[in-house]
């Protein structure tokens, strides 16, 4: 608990130190800030959003707490984005029940399960390395419920013309599952979880831009599974508009760190760095993310416990984003 404490703390003063930069960021590039202003619609209604990918499928209903409607962020800085979805974010003014399943992940605890030949024939020699293992591992639920309470924003950049759904959310999740994936193998565990996260999606015909920052802590009922306290940064970035060869655009980036609640022991480490390849005429982009799992054997207990030292799993994701 009291490294959630920290944690919490860590997560407020990255707030606070938004604020300035934001603020300076603002004045550097806009000195009239008058485009980036938060405009507010003129009507707040419930919504349904829907997000798929193969590694995460979600469905989700905006629920307005007030009378107030869904404010319009309109700034193209990141900066301002995230200093005014904070600013509101204390006292929550939406709800937003969502439903997710990973379809991937779940297929590689079915093939380990119902096709286990099929499994072992995608191990690579004697290396340790197994094919499905690496294009799955790092998601250790087959499916969530969640509830978020907190702000919601759309946001728009100055002068777009382009239409697309694009939100913003700052503020507190509960999820919970029955089910747990270790080494591709589902595991009997009720657990719930509780963070606080900024999250962010700009969707257009020709550009997708996602980030979210999480701090938080997850609760499990199956004693064999560690209670952990976890840190986790994402950003990913598709433009269309950019050649291959942008190496600073089209890249997307993963980093979680979970430390046991009991002790701060570091028990897992993901690193993750991917590549889009837009190719002209193609109504998909292929995209390949590489990385490693670091896992030391004290991220469980009891039966399911490692023996030995800690081990590192080479991620392989070859994937496509429509």
Same mark, same amino acid.
């Given at each position: ?18 604020? *300035? ?81 990973? *379809? ?11 096709? *286990? ?12 390395? $197994? ?52 080494? $591709? ?34 609760? $499990? ?64 982009? *292929? ?36």
């Amino acid at each position: 608990m009291r490294l959630f404490l920290r944690l919490s703390l860590i997560a407020c003063l990255f707030s606070l130190w938004l604020l *300035p930069a934001a603020a300076g960021a603002e004045e550097a590039q806009q000195k009239a800030a008058l485009e980036e202003e938060v405009q507010e619609d003129a009507e707040s209604k419930a919504e349904l959003v829907f997000e798929a990918d193969p590694y995460y499928t979600a469905i989700g209903y905006n629920v307005p707490l007030t009378q107030r409607p869904i404010p319009t962020i309109n700034s193209d800085s990141e900066a301002v984005i995230y200093r005014e979805l904070i600013k509101d974010s204390l006292i929550p003014r939406f709800m937003v029940l969502e439903a997710s399943v990973y *379809p991937l992940p779940s297929l590689g605890t079915y093939i380990k399960t119902h096709q *286990p030949g099929l499994y072992r024939d995608a191990e690579i020699g004697n290396s340790g390395i $197994n094919l499905f293992e690496s294009a799955t591992i790092g998601f250790q639920e087959p499916w969530a419920v969640s509830a978020f309470f907190g702000n919601v924003a759309r946001l728009k950049r100055p002068k777009e013309k382009r239409k697309g759904e694009n939100y913003g959310y700052t503020g507190y999740l509960f999820s919970a599952g029955n089910k747990h994936i270790k080494d $591709n193998t589902l595991i009997a565990d009720d657990w719930y979880e509780f963070e606080w996260k900024i999250k962010g999606r700009l969707d257009y015909d020709n550009e997708k831009l996602s980030w979210s920052f999480r701090g938080g802590a997850r609760f $499990n009922e199956n004693p064999d599974v560690n209670d952990v306290a976890y840190v986790s940064l994402h950003r990913s970035n598709l433009d269309l508009r950019y050649a291959f060869l942008e190496w600073l655009e089209n890249a997307n980036y993963d980093l979680r760190m979970h430390f046991l609640q009991n002790g701060g022991q570091m028990v897992r480490l993901e690193l993750i760095a991917g590549r889009k390849i837009p190719i002209q005429g193609w109504k998909f982009v *292929p995209t390949l993310d590489i990385g490693f799992v670091w896992r030391s054997p004290n991220e469980y207990s009891g039966m399911l416990k490692d023996t030995g030292n800690s081990t590192t799993t080479l991620v392989f994701r070859p994937s496509f984003e429509f």
